[in-house]
């Protein structure tokens, strides 16, 4: 989830722009959620890799067959 486009409930103000204690909370969280092994990666890339990852599953049981 970005926070672009998130509005603060106390302040009324885009999240991003970090006006309010509550929006700077809000963000830092935000910022330390999207750190893990594969945060960084957009949600497209990672149903490509599982489409990759199941393909090459397929195939591995299918030549042990």
């Known amino acids: ?6 509005v603060c409930a106390n ?3 885009p999240v991003a722009e970090g006006r309010c204690p509550v ?6 969280r935000l910022e330390q959620q999207g750190q893990g092994p594969l ?7 990672l149903i490509i890799l599982l489409v990759v990852l ?7 049981a299918h030549q042990a067959a």
């Open 1 to 6: 989830m970005t926070y672009d486009r998130l």
């Open 11 to 13: 302040c009324a103000a």
């Open 23 to 28: 929006c700077r909370a809000s963000r830092a």
């Open 39 to 45: 945060g960084g990666m957009n949600p497209m890339m």
């Open 54 to 60: 199941l393909c090459a599953l397929a195939l591995l």
